[in-house]
C-alpha cells in the first residue's frame, strides 16, 4: 500500500481508492483541512514526490497551483509513495471525533439575520475541541457545518452563531421552529483551524459575517494566555448593523476594525477587509493571518496579503461554504 511521507517525516498508509485527508484522520494524524469536499482549498499541498490521481473535482485548485504541483489532499488518492510538503498538527490529530445527542439550551436573535444557539450535551460526553473548529450539526436527515463561537466553557456548553438562509433547511427550522430543549445531534470536533504558535509580533483576524463566530473562539481562548503580541480584529460586512456582537466585553486587548462595503463608515474602514489589513502598514513578514468568512474574501486576500509580503505559511483559513 502507498505512503504519504510529510515534511516533518510523519508517515502513513493509504489505500489508492482513499484519499490522503481520509487516510490521514484515519491514522490520527492531522494535516490542514476544512470543507472537505475541494471547494475551500484549505488542505491545498504542495507534492515533491510521486503519483496521484483525483478521485473527486478540486474544485478550488487553480490552473496555476496545478502546474506548480500542488494538490487539495481532500480529493486525491495516491498511485505510488506521496511526499507532500506539508506538516502534521500534532494534538489535533489526537482529539476523538464523536457523533453525540445534544439539546437546545438557549436561542436568542443577535440581528434579524444570525441567531446563537446555545446546545447542552450529556455529562459525560467528553467532547474535547480546539478553538477554531467546527461541528456538524444534525437535524432529521439535514446536516450543516457550523463554527463553535466559544472556547471550552466549564459546563462544556457550545455556541453557534447561525445565519439565515433563504431557503435553507436548517436556518428555517431554528428560526421558524426550534425551541429550547428540542433533541438534535452534532458530530466534531471537525477541521484545523486553529492558533499556531510563532515568533510572529502580529496576529490580525480577518473576519466577514458570521465568519466571526471562530474568531470570537480564538480572542476568547487568548485570554486565558499571556500573549505578548500586536492583535488587531478585522470585521467586515456591508451595513453596520450586521456587525452583530460588541467584542469589547472579552478580556484580552486587541484593536478592533470595523469594516463596511456598502454604507460610510468614520471609525472603520470603508472597502474590504483585505485592503483594510494593509491599510494597517504592519510588517507582513512579522505577521500572522486568520480569516475566515467567504471562499471570496479568504482568496482575495490570501493573495493580496503573500504579494505583499506575508509568508503563505502564516496564513490560515476557514471558507465558509454553501451547502448547495
Known amino acids: ?37 475541494g471547494r475551500c482549498g484549505v488542505c491545498l499541498a504542495l507534492v515533491l514526490g510521486g503519483a496521484s490521481s483525483a478521485l473527486t473535482e478540486e474544485g478550488s485548485l487553480t ?33 476523538p471525533i464523536l457523533t453525540l445527542p445534544c439539546r437546545i439550551d438557549s436561542l436568542e436573535l443577535l440581528n434579524e439575520d444570525v441567531i446563537q444557539v446555545i446546545l447542552r450535551l450529556p455529562p459525560n460526553a467528553n467532547f474535547r475541541y ?24 466549564e ?3 457550545l455556541e453557534l452563531q447561525i445565519k439565515k438562509v433563504q431557503g435553507g433547511l436548517m436556518s428555517d427550522y431554528l428560526f421558524n421552529q426550534a425551541k429550547e430543549s428540542d433533541l438534535l445531534r452534532l458530530e466534531g470536533p471537525l477541521g484545523t483551524f486553529s492558533y499556531r504558535e510563532n515568533s510572529a509580533k502580529n496576529i490580525v483576524l480577518i473576519a466577514t459575517g458570521t465568519g466571526i463566530a471562530p474568531i470570537k ?12 503580541k500586536n492583535i488587531f480584529v478585522i470585521w467586515g460586512a456591508k451595513f453596520r448593523k450586521d456587525l452583530y456582537l460588541n467584542l469589547s466585553s472579552l478580556n484580552v486587548e486587541h484593536i478592533f476594525i ?15 477587509v483585505q485592503d483594510a489589513v494593509l491599510n494597517l502598514e504592519l510588517n507582513l513578514d512579522d505577521t500572522t493571518v486568520y480569516a475566515c468568512g467567504s471562499e471570496l474574501m479568504i482568496k482575495c486576500a490570501s493573495k493580496l ?4 509580503g506575508l509568508s503563505s505559511k502564516r496564513f490560515y483559513s476557514d471558507a465558509f461554504v454553501s451547502s448547495n
Do not use: W
Not at 473562539?217 to 505578548?228: H, R
Open 217 to 228: 473562539a480564538l480572542l476568547e481562548s487568548f485570554s486565558t494566555q499571556k500573549m505578548d
Open 305 to 308: 496579503l503573500i504579494n505583499n
Open 63 to 95: 490552473s496555476d497551483e496545478s502546474s506548480q504541483g500542488k494538490i487539495l489532499t481532500c480529493c486525491r488518492a495516491p498511485l505510488t509513495d506521496v511526499y507532500l510538503d506539508i506538516e502534521d498538527l500534532g494534538k489535533i490529530g489526537n482529539i
Open 258 to 272: 470595523p469594516v463596511l462595503s456598502r454604507e460610510v463608515i468614520s471609525d472603520g474602514f470603508n472597502g474590504y
Open 130 to 153: 480546539i478553538p477554531g473548529q467546527y461541528i456538524d450539526f444534525i437535524h432529521g436527515g439535514v446536516r450543516r457545518s457550523y463554527s463553535i463561537a466559544n472556547a471550552p466553557r
Open 155 to 157: 459546563d462544556g456548553k
Open 1 to 37: 500500500m502507498p505512503k504519504i511521507i510529510l515534511s516533518n517525516g510523519v508517515e502513513f498508509e493509504c489505500s489508492t481508492d482513499q484519499t490522503i485527508l481520509d487516510a490521514a484522520k484515519k491514522n490520527k494524524v492531522a494535516i490542514e483541512h476544512s470543507c472537505r469536499s
